[in-house]
């Protein structure tokens, strides 16, 4: 089994990167915003690919979602936005059935990024809780949890509850890393 710090430079050597450069994509594009929301929604990373977590959400709801952001006095919010916080409240209180709490944060992300804003907490959706559990104990991640406006689908922890190496990646690395490694994870 490998070490926490054998896995972070494995994920910092193989992921990392590539999760900065598909955010990086978002930052630097001369897209319109409103192009540049279809994308965030859709989950499309550079070359147009899209990612495999919105595969799971159906077309209809992609397309809804789109329009919700896309409505003119929404657009003006997002314009409006100083932290991430800012943007996942605007997914987060336009969500519609089969939108659910991954695909909030994937497009939060991906809209914040445009404009240089990133979470400054660890979001632990499905995958990344698991792994929270695995590494911390669920006693633990459960008892020092907080919940975006009160939704327990929504847990977040601040990152320096994370061993090192761990807790000197930026939250989306660490959300990231746990689900990627939710099943090498083992408390100690």
Same mark, same amino acid.
């Given at each position: 089994?490998?070490?926490?710090?054998?896995?972070?430079?494995? *994920?910092?050597?193989?992921?990392?990167?590539?999760?900065?450069?598909?955010?990086?994509?978002?930052?630097? %594009?001369?897209? %319109?915003?409103?192009?540049?929301?279809?994308?965030?929604?859709?989950?499309?990373?550079?070359?147009?690919?899209?990612?495999?977590?919105?595969?799971?959400?159906?077309?209809? +709801?992609?397309?809804?979602?789109?329009?919700?952001?896309?409505?003119?006095?929404?657009?003006?919010?997002?314009?409006? @936005?100083?932290?991430?916080?800012? $943007?996942? +409240?605007i997914v987060y209180e336009s969500r519609i059935k089969?939108?659910? %709490?991954?695909?909030?944060?994937? +497009?939060?992300?991906?809209?914040?990024?445009?404009?240089? !804003? !990133?979470?400054?907490v660890v979001y632990l959706h499905q995958g990344a809780?698991?792994?929270?559990?695995?590494? /911390?104990?669920?006693?633990?991640?459960?008892?020092?949890?907080? *919940?975006? @406006?009160?939704?327990?689908? *929504?847990? !977040?922890? %601040?990152?320096?509850i994370f061993p090192e190496p761990l807790n000197k /990646?930026?939250? *989306?690395?660490?959300?990231? $890393? /746990?689900?990627?490694?939710?099943?090498?994870?083992?408390?100690?």
């Amino acid at each position: 089994m490998k070490t926490l710090f054998e896995l972070v430079e494995i *994920y910092n050597r193989n992921h990392a990167r590539n999760e900065d450069w598909k955010l990086s994509d978002f930052k630097n %594009s001369p897209k %319109s915003l409103e192009e540049q929301i279809k994308d965030a929604v859709w989950g499309r990373e550079p070359r147009t690919n899209r990612d495999k977590h919105q595969f799971r959400i159906p077309k209809k +709801t992609l397309e809804e979602m789109v329009g919700i952001l896309q409505d003119p006095a929404i657009v003006n919010e997002i314009k409006r @936005c100083k932290s991430f916080d800012d $943007f996942f +409240t605007i997914v987060y209180e336009s969500r519609i059935k089969n939108f659910g %709490s991954l695909a909030v944060y994937d +497009t939060s992300v991906r809209l914040g990024a445009i404009f240089g !804003y !990133y979470p400054t907490v660890v979001y632990l959706h499905q995958g990344a809780l698991e792994g929270a559990h695995q590494l /911390l104990g669920k006693d633990l991640v459960e008892t020092i949890s907080k *919940y975006f @406006c009160g939704n327990l689908d *929504y847990p !977040y922890v %601040s990152r320096d509850i994370f061993p090192e190496p761990l807790n000197k /990646l930026e939250p *989306y690395h660490i959300e990231n $890393f /746990l689900c990627i490694n939710k099943n090498k994870l083992k408390m100690e």
